[in-house]
């Protein structure tokens, strides 16, 4: 399992459950970052890991947030961890993919 991903499940007990959830994100935000910079070096094997990893949290994720609401800050910081996953699984896409030359 990914490191930051273990770290998570050892902390989240432990603190509240809005919180906990908020660190859960976090956590995918991180692994997302890790993927992208494992992308950008082309190491596919470790993309591949923590894709793989990252799986169980999103999961994990899906069925904590049906259960449980955050405050207006929570939110927020959830929704700018969203997107910077969303920007970072697209440059993760255009490293794989990259467009052809004549449409730079």
């Keep these: 399992m ?3 991903l273990e ?3 050892r902390e989240a007990p432990g603190r509240s459950e809005s919180e906990g959830l908020l660190e859960w994100y976090r956590a ?3 692994a997302s970052g890790q993927m992208l910079e494992a992308a950008r070096s082309g190491d596919w094997d470790t993309v591949c890991r923590i894709e793989g990893a990252s799986t169980v949290l999103v ?3 899906r069925s904590m ?3 449980m609401a955050l405050g207006a800050a929570q939110e927020r910081e959830r929704l700018e961890i969203l ?5 970072n699984d697209a440059e993760i896409r255009r490293i794989m993919a990259p ?6």
């Design 2 to 4: 990914n490191p930051v």
């Design 59 to 61: 999961a994990q994720l």
């Design 99 to 104: 467009l052809p030359a004549w449409l730079h």
């Design 28 to 30: 995918l935000g991180q």
């Design 83 to 87: 997107r910077g996953i969303v920007l």
């Design 7 to 9: 770290r998570i499940s």
């Design 65 to 67: 947030r049906r259960s």
